[in-house]
């Protein structure tokens, strides 16, 4: 049994450490926006966890490649570690988007591009993790799980193409807004500095996680070598 | 040493050759079957034919919602008849061990996707063909628009594409014929958004240039996902 890495441990405090500083930031550092008013603060968790969630679908694809390659166990835990975190950061990001636009936009939800491929999203690695609960072959399971991960990850930039040729209301931020964006405001430089920190520290924790993850299939896969030596 | 040369060129063909005679081999294999069968096509246009049948009373096709929604309800049978065929073709090679004797002959894997493709493709343009008079009749609009029949045309490719790849997974899954519409319809949503707009279009007389960036994604998604389903195959079927 090999014990936790140190380096891991330190992560961990780091991960904790900055995760409180950040949500002191976006309290108490960032100044309040002045039309939006305190609810704008979700923002800066929410883009970061969207773009988390982009991050882990994007590792699971390459994961993905990597396995059909290689075709070495670990990358196909690490493509599913990558789904698993990625799914519960895009929720994160839809639920805190939900939360701003029901002031902001006044409903929870519309159907505007970036909602709509968020949505697909999700349900496309839905569809994944149902994929390999069906196949009870591993090998099998790492292939196919592999060949959707890729295929589902180069349909999201189509499907978000094919939702923006309809009219968005939904503010860009960073970048050139549309007009009719609704809920769009300029960033101050604490606001900035908030944000970039935010992103900072999300894309700490999904580092964290995603080892602690993989570990822990690695260490699923030993007791499962070691069940079935006992039993045989 | 002259006298070989000919020899070796005819126990080696030249591989594009074999490809093609491969693919065209499968997709022969498929339309005969089908041809003393019957049982794919007829269940697709039965099924078809259902479902406009139920969107007749769902959304009361009336003369003024007609003219606006027909391409949607055209597009949504498209896709459940299409994924009823997908996966009774792949799982007719799994259920009589076809595919292990496919696999078997030793041609290229990706003739075999491509011969499977192909013939799902012809399934799918024969539904096609049969419900676009059919819903004309019924519902007295005239859908023999060349540029819908393009839409069609590049939609079906898009779709057959991808669902061919899935299939031929879902059909390896315990869950089986249950897992190939959730596995394909999130994929494919950009073909159906693209296709829906389009055909609309097309239908309502609508300006080329408010059309053509709906068919240059249908395209893009056709070349795209035609080649990853072309390149990732072989570990699909890989045993």
Same mark, same amino acid.
């Given at each position: 049994m090999e014990s936790k890495p140190r380096l891991l441990t330190i992560l961990d405090i780091a991960t904790i450490v900055m995760l409180v500083i950040a949500t002191g930031m976006v309290f108490l550092y960032a100044p309040m926006e002045a039309v939006m008013g305190n609810v704008q603060r979700v923002f800066y968790f929410h883009v970061a966890a969207g773009w988390v969630g982009m991050l882990g679908f994007l590792v699971a694809a390459i994961a993905g490649i990597v396995y059909l390659r290689t075709g070495r166990r670990e990358w196909d835990i690490a493509s599913l570690s990558a789904v698993e975190i990625g799914m519960v950061f895009a929720f994160i990001n839809v639920v805190t988007g939900a939360i701003w636009a029901r002031p902001i936009w006044n409903t929870w939800w519309t159907w505007d591009p970036r909602l709509t491929t968020a949505t697909i999203m999700l349900l496309i690695y839905a569809a994944y993790l149902l994929l390999r609960q069906g196949i009870e072959d591993p090998d099998r399971r790492a292939r196919f799980g592999a060949v959707y991960a890729i295929v589902g990850f180069l349909s999201v930039p189509l499907t978000f193409f094919s939702a923006r040729l309809f009219r968005t209301i939904h503010p860009v931020v960073i970048g050139s807004n549309q007009p009719g964006a609704e809920g769009a405001f300029d960033m101050t430089p604490l606001m900035l500095q908030t944000f970039m920190f935010s992103l900072l520290t999300f894309s700490i924790i999904f580092v964290d996680l995603l080892w602690h993850r993989i570990r822990l299939g690695k260490l699923a896969d030993k007791v499962e070598q070691m069940k079935l030596k006992v039993m045989g | 040493m002259k006298g070989d040369i000919p020899l070796v060129r005819s126990a080696r063909p030249a591989p594009v050759s074999g490809f093609l005679r491969a693919m065209s081999a499968v997709v022969w294999k498929d339309l005969a079957a089908e041809l003393r069968s019957r049982e794919l096509l007829s269940s697709m246009l039965v099924f078809a034919l259902l479902v406009i049948l139920i969107f007749n009373f769902a959304l009361e096709l009336d003369t003024k919602t007609r003219s606006t929604v027909t391409s949607g309800v055209l597009w949504v049978t498209f896709a459940f008849a299409g994924t009823l065929g997908l996966n009774r073709s792949m799982a007719m090679e799994k259920d009589r061990g076809c595919l292990d004797g496919l696999?078997?002959?030793?041609?290229?894997?990706?003739?075999?996707?491509?011969?499977?493709?192909?013939?799902?493709?012809?399934?799918?343009?024969?539904?096609?063909?049969?419900?676009?008079?059919?819903?004309? !009749?019924?519902?007295?609009?005239?859908?023999?628009?060349?540029?819908?029949?393009?839409?069609?045309?590049?939609?079906?490719?898009?779709? !057959?594409?991808?669902?061919?790849?899935? /299939? /031929?997974?879902?059909?390896?899954?315990?869950?089986?014929?249950?897992?190939?519409?959730?596995?394909?319809?999130?994929?494919?949503?950009?073909?159906?958004?693209?296709?829906?707009?389009?055909? /609309?279009?097309?239908?309502?007389?609508?300006?080329?240039?408010?059309?053509?960036?709906?068919?240059?994604?249908?395209?893009?998604?056709? !070349?795209?996902?035609? /080649? !990853?389903?072309?390149?990732?195959?072989?570990?699909?079927?890989?045993?």
């Amino acid at each position: 049994m090999e014990s936790k890495p140190r380096l891991l441990t330190i992560l961990d405090i780091a991960t904790i450490v900055m995760l409180v500083i950040a949500t002191g930031m976006v309290f108490l550092y960032a100044p309040m926006e002045a039309v939006m008013g305190n609810v704008q603060r979700v923002f800066y968790f929410h883009v970061a966890a969207g773009w988390v969630g982009m991050l882990g679908f994007l590792v699971a694809a390459i994961a993905g490649i990597v396995y059909l390659r290689t075709g070495r166990r670990e990358w196909d835990i690490a493509s599913l570690s990558a789904v698993e975190i990625g799914m519960v950061f895009a929720f994160i990001n839809v639920v805190t988007g939900a939360i701003w636009a029901r002031p902001i936009w006044n409903t929870w939800w519309t159907w505007d591009p970036r909602l709509t491929t968020a949505t697909i999203m999700l349900l496309i690695y839905a569809a994944y993790l149902l994929l390999r609960q069906g196949i009870e072959d591993p090998d099998r399971r790492a292939r196919f799980g592999a060949v959707y991960a890729i295929v589902g990850f180069l349909s999201v930039p189509l499907t978000f193409f094919s939702a923006r040729l309809f009219r968005t209301i939904h503010p860009v931020v960073i970048g050139s807004n549309q007009p009719g964006a609704e809920g769009a405001f300029d960033m101050t430089p604490l606001m900035l500095q908030t944000f970039m920190f935010s992103l900072l520290t999300f894309s700490i924790i999904f580092v964290d996680l995603l080892w602690h993850r993989i570990r822990l299939g690695k260490l699923a896969d030993k007791v499962e070598q070691m069940k079935l030596k006992v039993m045989g | 040493m002259k006298g070989d040369i000919p020899l070796v060129r005819s126990a080696r063909p030249a591989p594009v050759s074999g490809f093609l005679r491969a693919m065209s081999a499968v997709v022969w294999k498929d339309l005969a079957a089908e041809l003393r069968s019957r049982e794919l096509l007829s269940s697709m246009l039965v099924f078809a034919l259902l479902v406009i049948l139920i969107f007749n009373f769902a959304l009361e096709l009336d003369t003024k919602t007609r003219s606006t929604v027909t391409s949607g309800v055209l597009w949504v049978t498209f896709a459940f008849a299409g994924t009823l065929g997908l996966n009774r073709s792949m799982a007719m090679e799994k259920d009589r061990g076809c595919l292990d004797g496919l696999l078997l002959a030793p041609v290229d894997r990706s003739a075999i996707y491509f011969g499977k493709a192909i013939g799902n493709l012809i399934f799918m343009f024969i539904v096609e063909i049969i419900v676009l008079p059919v819903y004309s !009749v019924l519902y007295n609009t005239n859908l023999f628009h060349p540029g819908l029949l393009l839409v069609i045309l590049l939609g079906s490719i898009g779709y !057959v594409a991808v669902g061919t790849l899935l /299939s /031929s997974m879902a059909v390896q899954t315990r869950t089986r014929d249950v897992l190939l519409p959730i596995l394909l319809f999130p994929v494919a949503i950009p073909v159906f958004i693209a296709a829906v707009k389009a055909s /609309s279009g097309f239908l309502q007389g609508t300006e080329m240039a408010e059309i053509q960036p709906w068919l240059t994604l249908l395209i893009t998604y056709d !070349v795209i996902f035609t /080649s !990853v389903a072309f390149m990732v195959f072989d570990y699909v079927v890989e045993e």
